[in-house]
């Protein structure tokens, strides 16, 4: 095949996908700006306190919903630890959060419908009371057990509000976080997942997976996507895309579960941040306890669903084939979607170069060093922690850590920069300036 024609089906899938699941990644970005601005924050330092069940349910259910990935929740989990939360509740909420969110939830609907979509939510709840239950169970620590308490003492609940400060609710906070934080956090990852399963489905052969015989040998099948899904990054709305792909390609429905679990719940990086906050012990637990429950709940979905594979094999392809369904509205709003999602993901660049249009003369350069950022939503929320502050025109950070701050240049310099180094340890990081 010409290599013209290879890239222009490369486009046509590509595109196809990004507008399947544009509209509902939009939805999505709205109701986590509703969760993150407006969730009270008492309600959940309230339930987290104690070495017991409910703490660990709590914490769960709590980062169901929340759309942070594997390295962009330890900042959060970290905090709460700090806060007072025990390790284990601590745990759940390591767990249970970066396989779902609000956003991922509604993207997978949008490839596989609620029956998955709903098993998915389901799993990461359990995994995550089953992670923390047994970090309380093995490794309870002495502030633990001395601190055992049904919840936070209503002082320490007001000590962690006031040192938070008043979080910005106005319409212009929403809009920023909605428009602006989730978008450019999410990009990376978004585009990556949709590249590989492009990639899949323009290169793998339909009978890839019978060729393996993985459909004989479901188990081999839940451990090399273990084993795949475990060291690498990526998002948990970042791989649903690719999991639709393997699926279509008939690769089992318990194998791709596994790595809709795995996957975006550890990455090497995450390992490593958690082995400093919780120990060597909590870590083996909950790497362990993540494994036992993504093979458990891998084998429950081929048991509990045997015939949805091939049926949601089939609605893939199918979709992929006809690259339009719905009503005339329907496809109208997807494209309008799409056409946003474009804009929302690329306005960074406009704003830099709109900004270094303009005169710098006038500005203040501080470079800055940020540690502990590693992925899109750690930049985007330090991006979004920095620009807080009104003496600051302008960040230029990469996602290694290392940019550029431009400030007003009456501003003095030492008050500056001890706010900028307070907001980024509020926000769970260190910062060099």
């Known amino acids: 095949m010409p ?19 544009a509209l509902y990644l939009l939805i999505g970005f709205f109701f986590a700006g509703v969760l993150h601005l407006y969730f009270p924050k008492r309600l959940i330092l309230s339930r987290l306190g104690a070495s017991h069940f409910m703490s660990n349910v709590w914490a769960a259910l709590f980062g169901v919903p929340l759309p942070l990935c594997s390295c962009g929740v330890v900042p959060a989990g970290i905090a709460l630890r700090k806060s007072g939360a025990s390790k284990g509740a601590t745990v759940s909420f390591l767990t249970a959060t970066p396989q779902t969110g609000v956003d991922s939830i509604l993207v997978t609907y949008s490839f596989f419908g609620w029956t998955l979509s709903i098993f998915k939510v389901f799993a990461a ?4 009371v089953v992670g923390g239950l047994l970090v309380d169970r093995f490794d309870r620590d002495a502030d633990d057990k001395e601190l055992d308490r049904k919840s936070f003492s209503s002082e320490t ?25 989730q978008p450019l956090a999410l990009r990376k990852w978004m585009l990556l997942g949709l590249f590989l399963a492009t990639l899949i489905s323009m290169g793998l052969p339909k009978d890839f997976a019978a060729l393996l015989n993985l459909n004989e040998n479901l188990f081999l099948s839940y451990f090399i996507f273990l084993a795949i899904g475990i060291p690498m990054y990526i998002c948990s709305t970042g791989s649903v895309p690719v999991a639709a792909a393997l699926l279509a390609k008939g690769f089992p429905a318990g194998g791709i579960f596994v ?8 990455n090497a990086a995450s390992i490593a941040m958690l082995y400093k906050t919780l120990g060597k012990k909590s870590l083996w637990i909950y790497v362990a306890s993540l494994i036992g429950c993504s093979l458990f709940f891998g084998w429950a979905f081929d048991a509990f669903y045997p015939g949805i594979g091939p049926e949601l094999s089939e609605r893939f392809q199918l979709q992929n084939n006809v690259h339009q369904h719905g009503s005339n509205f329907l496809i109208g709003l997807r494209y309008f979607a799409s056409a946003l999602l474009v804009l929302l993901f690329t306005q960074d660049y406009f704003r830099k170069v709109l900004y270094f249009l303009k005169s710098n003369d006038d500005q203040k350069k501080l470079p800055i060093e940020v540690i502990g950022m590693t992925c899109g939503k750690c930049l985007a929320k330090v991006t979004s922690a ?18 550029n701050i431009f400030v ?19 926000a769970g990081y260190e910062l060099k300036l």
Do not use: C, W
């Open 157 to 181: 609940i007001a000590k962690h509000i006031e040192r938070e400060g008043v979080r910005d609710k106005s319409l212009k906070a929403f809009t920023s976080y909605f428009l602006r934080d």
């Open 125 to 128: 709840l359990i995994s995550g």
């Open 3 to 21: 290599i013209l024609d290879l890239l222009r089906k490369f486009i046509l899938e590509f595109a196809y996908l990004f507008n399947e699941m």
């Open 259 to 266: 790595f809709l679990m795995a996957g975006p719940a550890t």
């Open 386 to 403: 920095l620009q807080e502050d009104p003496l600051v025109n302008n960040v230029d950070l990469k996602q290694n850590g290392f940019g």
């Open 408 to 426: 007003d240049p009456k501003s003095d310099t030492q008050d500056l920069r001890n706010n900028l180094i307070n907001k980024l340890k509020d």
